[in-house]
Structures are given as structure tokens and as C-alpha cells.
């Protein structure tokens, strides 16, 4: 099966600028999860779809991070407009089960640059 | 709110020698807990998990890790190190709540590899 794909796998962006993050789940995976890593940091949760519902996004820094997940299939990572700290790499997960622990499938991640 | 701490965020060691990283976790029920790698330009792959009995658990690469309630720790071990194994490890502890699966991630521990 196909794993979870995230494109652009590189973005370099100046500050103010808008960027869109994609992720692609494992077909069938209705739980998806966006997490970060900033440089040095933890790698942090950020938000969870179960299809197309944001069940959690009690880890999404502020408004100007807008994710989207229509149609319950892919979901996008918006940032609007861009700061330095934004930089990091944001990885994409997904998860058939819902209601049960389950492992999560990462994405190669996209590395975001704001200069 | 649970944690993870990984101590050491660098460790080098010989080809062909033995393997421990450690991995301390803080949460106040049973935990769920996990091991995956990043290797330079991959996503983050499971290694693997423990949610509950034997707790020597087996992974994948010749990987294996024990969990000690006693000790809150989950180190991860390997009896013979090869240079492929060179990346970046992080562990993890799952919590199921009303949100879903969420993991939270230790700082992880790069290791490289000497020939």
C-alpha cells in the first residue's frame, strides 16, 4: 500500500508570505495528524481529523495555521502570513483505527523555511 | 499531562558494538508507548511498541526494547550496531483520549555510527 505522502517536501518562503502544506493519508486511514518539529524542539502535536472533522487542534499555534481536510481525504496545512518561527518541519500522519490506540503512519514531512 | 525525556541527544558508537538509548516517560496510567527513527531524508518509521504484556517487546531491524513500570523507562537496544542504523530516534507515549490516538514525542537521540 502506498504510505502517507506530504508535498512540497522542501518549502522556502519570506516572512509575510502564504504557504500550503499537503498531506496525503494511507486510503482508508480516517484519522489524520499534523505535527512539527521546530529546530531543536520536541516534535509536537498540532491537530487531528477523524474524515473530515477537526476532532483536536488544541496544538495549532495560533490563527494564522488554517488546516482543512475536505471530502475526509487529503488535508492541507495552511500558514498565513508566515513568521520565523514557523520554521520547522511539519510531518503528516494517519491511522485506520478510531476509539483505540493505534500506530501512526508518518509522511517524509515537509521542511518549511521562512526567511 | 504526560512527558518524555530521551537524556542523551547524542550518542556515537562503533560499528558491530552494542546499542542502548533511554527513554523515561511521565504519565499517570498505563502507557502506550513507542519507538520510531528518522533516517536522514525518511519520514519517521515505527520501530516498534508496547501496549501491554510481555514487556520485552520486538521490532523490526533486530530492534528490541523493555518496558519498566518501576523505573518509568522504555530503552530501546540493539546487540550489534550497523552503520545503516545511523538517524535520529525518537520515543513516544500514546494517549487515548476523546480527541483520538495522540502521541507525545521525547527530544530524540542522534545516533552515528563509527566504522
Known amino acids: 500500500e502506498a504510505g502517507v505522502t506530504q508535498f512540497p517536501s522542501h518549502s522556502v518562503i519570506e516572512k509575510g508570505q502564504t504557504v500550503t502544506l499537503r498531506c496525503d493519508p494511507i486510503?482508508?486511514?480516517?484519522?489524520l495528524y499534523w505535527y512539527r518539529r521546530v529546530m531543536g524542539k520536541e516534535i509536537k502535536f498540532l491537530l487531528h481529523?477523524?474524515?473530515?472533522?477537526?476532532?483536536?487542534e488544541s496544538g495549532m499555534p495560533n490563527n494564522r495555521f488554517l488546516a482543512e481536510r475536505t471530502g475526509g481525504t487529503y488535508s492541507t496545512l495552511k500558514v498565513q502570513p508566515a513568521e520565523l518561527e514557523d520554521s520547522g518541519v511539519y510531518f503528516c500522519?494517519?491511522?485506520?483505527?478510531?476509539?483505540?490506540?493505534?500506530?501512526?503512519?508518518f509522511g517524509n514531512g515537509t521542511r518549511l523555511t521562512v526567511t | 499531562a504526560q512527558s518524555v525525556t530521551q537524556p542523551d541527544i547524542h550518542i556515537t558508537v562503533s560499528e558491530g558494538a552494542s546499542l542502548e538509548l533511554r527513554c523515561n516517560y511521565s504519565?499517570?496510567?498505563?502507557?502506550?508507548l513507542f519507538w520510531y527513527v528518522q533516517s536522514p531524508g525518511q519520514g519517521l518509521q515505527l520501530l516498534l511498541k508496547?501496549?501491554?504484556?510481555?514487556?520485552l517487546v520486538q521490532g523490526i531491524k533486530g530492534f528490541e526494547a523493555e518496558f519498566k513500570r518501576s523505573q518509568s523507562s522504555f530503552n530501546l537496544r540493539k546487540p550489534s550496531v550497523h552503520w545503516s542504523d545511523a538517524a535520529e530516534y525518537f520515543c513516544?507515549?500514546?494517549?487515548?483520549?476523546?480527541?483520538?490516538?495522540?502521541?507525545?514525542f521525547g527530544g530524540g537521540t542522534r545516533l552515528m555510527v563509527k566504522p
Open positions: 500522519a494517519s491511522s485506520q483505527f478510531t476509539g483505540s490506540i493505534s500506530p501512526l503512519h
Open positions: 486510503s482508508g486511514h480516517d484519522n
Open positions: 481529523f477523524v474524515k473530515e472533522s477537526k476532532q483536536d
Open positions: 504519565y499517570g496510567a498505563t502507557p502506550y
Open positions: 508496547y501496549f501491554s504484556g510481555d514487556t
Open positions: 513516544a507515549v500514546g494517549v487515548l483520549n476523546n480527541a483520538g490516538n495522540m502521541l507525545t
